[in-house]
């Protein structure tokens, strides 16, 4: 599984980037102010960077994969950071948002915690500035995020070796609020993959 993506980037790409991400990507982008700044946890090959992009945000990726990070780069014209999520120091970085939208599937129960509280250390808490201190506000103050994972029980190692971590909603909504965060929107969809599949969708602010 650990080179998957490594190995298989341009089958990843084919399969991922012609799917269009607003279903989810509207209701996390309705809460960020204009140009807000966002950072895409595990960006692929850039579809979500690219729609952000045209909406207006000043978005960055971040992407283990080389090849990926290198398609992304392409295809949005976006800055992309190549790093592994669970050893990049996060502090280094100030964004107002971030979303690891399905990027955080193959994260073990008991590590997903550490990885989200890592990650979060990217949201910036300076306050906004007068221009937008409206209802935006908040999610400048604290920072915003939306997270997705596929709904179920246990694990699913499928035909390429790729172990897929399944969360119920409440153990979910358990691990955000431990994380200061607060859930403001949640949605529930089959996956465009494969229909079979459940992904729970999470807009956050803290």
């Not at 978005?59 to 669970?86: H, M, Q, W, Y």
């Not at 996060?90 to 399905?102: E, H, P, Q, T």
């Not at 997270?147 to 909504?173: A, C, H, M, N, P």
Request: proline content about 3%; hydrophobic content about 35%.
């Amino acid at each position: 599984m650990t080179d998957y993506y490594h190995n298989n980037y341009k089958e990843y790409h084919e399969k991922t980037f012609s799917i269009d991400p607003s279903s989810f990507l509207e209701p996390f982008v309705k809460r960020l102010a204009p140009g807000a700044s966002v950072l895409d946890v595990g960006c692929g090959s850039g579809r979500d960077l690219l729609w952000l992009k045209r909406r207006g945000f000043d978005v960055t990726g971040f992407e283990r994969s080389p090849g990926l990070a290198a398609l992304a780069r392409e295809n949005s014209g976006c800055k992309v950071i190549e790093g592994d999520f669970e050893s990049f120091d996060f502090s280094s970085l100030s964004f107002n948002a971030f979303l690891a939208s399905g990027s955080l599937v193959h994260v073990p129960h008991e590590r997903l915690p550490a990885v989200i509280s890592s990650i979060t250390k990217s949201l910036s808490r300076q306050k906004s500035s007068s221009h937008h201190e409206t209802s935006w506000s908040q999610f400048h103050k604290g920072g915003s995020a939306y997270i997705s994972l596929k709904q179920g029980q246990g694990t699913l190692t499928d035909e390429d070796g790729r172990v897929f971590y399944f969360w119920s909603d409440e153990d979910l909504r358990n691990l955000f609020d431990n994380q200061g965060f607060k859930v403001i929107d949640c949605s529930r969809s089959a996956s465009a993959v494969n229909s079979k599949d459940l992904w729970l969708g999470y807009v956050m602010r803290r």
